[in-house]
T-cell receptor, first 111, second 112 residues
């Protein structure tokens, strides 16, 4: 157990729908990062939050949004889903000077 | 942090041989480097790290080498085992955990 918890582990939904992925960071970590990983691809950075505020944005589509709550858990919202959004979505947390710790991911399948 | 999505290069090695996985990093200001291992369907897991004031660091069966002159990082795995089969990512960041960048990844395939 890495200490980073992601739910759900698997999600199957239809095109056009909206889903919410949830992440609880490792205890004491203020930063949360979201990554997308399509089949046999690298990790695509989506967005970073630090202590509730957006810190950095990567290749995140306008259909996607995220937030970090006062208790530091984060949610990634994916809307108007397309087949190409099917991927593994990872959350990671970190503190300065420490590496990332990844959750086990949410596998999203859009049918 | 960002990464570029690419089809993964593959390294195939015989069981028992040593493996060397290479990574070129981009930011000369990067101060901290990490290797991650990702098994199929799982999240990346920390393997070993190294700070820029070191050239070499050893763990259990793994060694990371850092060449700051040419901005090159390598991961050596001794006596490669079937359980080492995975995708390996290098990552670089500055000392404050900002500008975290992942390399594209290398798939290690261990042959019996």
């Amino acid at each position: 157990d890495s200490g980073v918890t992601q739910t759900p582990k698997h999600l199957i939904t239809a095109t056009g729908q909206r889903v919410t992925l949830r992440c609880s960071p490792r205890s004491g970590d203020l930063s949360v990062y979201w990554y997308q990983q399509s089949l046999d691809q690298g990790l695509q950075f989506l967005i970073q939050y630090y202590n509730g505020e957006e810190r950095a944005k990567g290749n995140i589509l306008e259909r996607f949004s995220a937030q970090q709550f006062p208790d530091l858990h984060s949610e990634l919202n994916l809307s108007s889903l397309e087949l190409g959004d099917s991927a593994l979505y990872f959350c990671a947390s970190s503190e300065p000077g420490r590496g990332y710790t990844f959750g086990s991911g949410t596998r999203l399948t859009v049918v | 942090g960002e990464s570029v999505g690419l089809h993964l290069p593959t390294l195939s090695v015989q069981e028992g041989d040593n493996s060397i996985i290479n990574c070129a990093y981009s930011n000369s200001a990067s101060d901290y480097f990490i290797w991650y291992k990702q098994e199929s369907g799982k999240g990346p897991q920390f393997i070993i790290d190294i700070r820029s004031n070191m050239d070499k660091r050893q763990g259990q069966r793994v060694t990371v080498l850092l060449n700051k002159t040419v901005k090159h990082l390598s991961l050596q795995i001794a006596a490669t085992q079937p359980g080492d089969s995975a995708v390996y990512f290098c990552a670089e960041t500055d000392n404050y955990g900002q500008n975290f960048v992942f390399g594209p990844g290398t798939r290690l395939s261990v042959l019996p």
